[in-house]
């Protein structure tokens, strides 16, 4: 018998935070070449340059039969949902700021954990909606909402950041019936399908180190792809949610390196809320994986 232990929760939350640190940086490099290329452009090179990675992985599986999904009609409205989401945030993060626009998703949690329930039916204790609404409310603080200029492009922000929510929720759904390896190639496959359709009238041929620049991006976002997956298919929505707002320190890191976009002085006051309602999720997932564990050698 192996003494290699299962994976847990807890390697859920390390696979997310991995993904994110991943899917941030991609995305300051979305912003960076908006001004250059269109939406669907870099969509193509995102989704398109990820089959790399998922051709490896349906390789290891055992060839193209590994990627038939026994629930085709979920698969097909996951990667509806997961398509409108990556274009909304392909389209807004060049047209304003990253910090506002990462502000705006981070109702993402909110959603996630309300979605939850009625969809994959877990429950949701009080210690984890705090754990959100906490982590919530710092985010608020720093980002200082009241002064972001709510217009046309915040609300595709809002719909693109629900279309995530919904359709990561539906990742976990899917992980009850697929591998992991089916639910990522048919929405790298058709997401540059549509892409390829979408980039046709406004492509733009990039020089050589755009070249490096947009397939790096599309590596990132396959990678991260596949790191969140997993995360989804270990741990519960409830549990991976709060973490959603680590990725607010790379915005402020990126936004102020590359752009030059300065936080404002509320993100040293929020910042504690947001670091504390993640490691506190972290905390308890360690006391609970300590308590299965005994329950299981006992």
């Known amino acids: ?20 640190v991943l899917f941030c940086t991609m995305d300051a490099m979305v912003k960076a070449l908006g001004g250059t290329y269109g939406s669907f452009q870099m969509m193509l090179f995102r989704s ?12 290891h599986a055992g060839g193209l039969r590994a990627v038939r999904s026994t629930r085709p009609g ?51 204790g009080w210690r984890r909606w705090t754990a959100v609404a906490v982590g919530f409310i710092g985010v608020l603080i720093m ?33 009850r019936h697929d591998k992991d390896v089916v639910t990522l190639f048919w929405f790298a496959f058709c997401a540059s399908l549509v892409s390829l359709v979408g980039a046709i009238p406004e492509w733009k041929w990039p020089p050589f180190l755009d070249w490096v620049w947009l397939i790096t991006l599309g590596l990132l976002g396959g990678f991260a792809q596949i790191l969140i997956t997993r995360a989804w298919r270990l741990a519960p929505a409830a549990v991976l ?16 390196l590359w752009f030059r976009e300065e936080p404002s002085w509320t993100v040293w006051y929020g910042l504690p809320l947001v670091i504390g309602s993640g490691l506190y999720i972290l905390y ?15």
């Open 1 to 20: 018998m192996s003494n290699v232990p299962a994976p847990s929760p807890l390697h859920g939350i390390y696979f997310k935070l991995s993904a994110l």
């Open 48 to 59: 398109g340059i990820a089959l790399l990675p998922v051709a490896v992985m349906i390789w």
């Open 74 to 124: 979920l698969q097909a409205v996951r990667v509806c949902i997961g398509i409108c989401s990556m274009f909304g945030f392909f389209y807004v993060f060049p047209r304003m700021p990253l910090v506002d626009a990462y502000a705006i998703s981070f109702a993402s949690p909110l959603f996630m954990v309300a979605l939850s329930v009625p969809i994959l039916g877990e429950p949701v």
């Open 143 to 175: 980002l200082d909402p009241w002064g972001i200029q709510f217009h046309a492009i915040s609300l595709i922000v809002l719909a693109a950041t629900f279309c995530y929510a919904l359709s990561t929720v539906m990742v976990r759904l899917l992980s």
């Open 241 to 256: 949610a709060p973490f959603d707002y680590a990725s607010i320190v790379l915005a402020v890191a990126f936004g102020y």
């Open 284 to 298: 308890r997932e360690r006391v609970r994986a300590r308590e299965r564990a005994k329950a299981v050698s006992s």
